[in-house]
Nanobody, 125 residues
Framework: QVQLAESGGGLVQAGGSLRLSCVASGRTSSSYRMGWFRQAPGKEREFVADISWSRGSTDYADSVKGRFAISKDNVKNMVYLQMNSLKPEDTAVYYC??????????????????WGQGTQVTVSS
């Protein structure tokens, strides 16, 4: 079992920045791929970004490319999501997730096994 816990959400004005953190505990593995997803009210959970624990390779949804950056700290078992130039449409609950990495990017939520409880991000216009 892997436990994930997100933090860092909050209320920010459009154009502002936030950094989300996710700490992993339990039976963590370097073979995992770590993802960030978000879910706005009335919408499906959508892929935001992911990163390979072992190789550090990353991928992003088109909607956040150039504004968001995912990173990791293997020593602290932390994954981060730096969010810049935030827009009202970025408002959502953001979730950290872990999946066994097979061949790179994993964008389907159902392929992730472990999930955090989520952290609310609200961007005001």
């Amino acid at each position: 079992q892997v436990q994930l816990a997100e933090s860092g959400g909050g209320l920010v004005q459009a154009g502002g920045s936030l950094r989300l953190s996710c700490v992993a505990s339990g039976r963590t593995s370097s073979s995992y791929r770590m993802g960030w997803f978000r879910q706005a009210p009335g919408k499906e959970r959508e892929f935001v970004a992911d990163i390979s624990w072992s190789r550090g390779s990353t991928d992003y949804a088109d909607s956040v490319k150039g504004r968001f950056a995912i990173s990791k700290d293997n020593v602290k078992n932390m994954v981060y999501l730096q969010m810049n130039s935030l827009k009202p449409e970025d408002t959502a609950v953001y979730y950290c997730a872990a999946a066994q990495e097979l061949s790179g990017t994993i964008i389907v939520a159902q392929d992730y096994v472990y999930w955090g409880q989520g952290t609310q991000v609200t961007v005001s216009s």
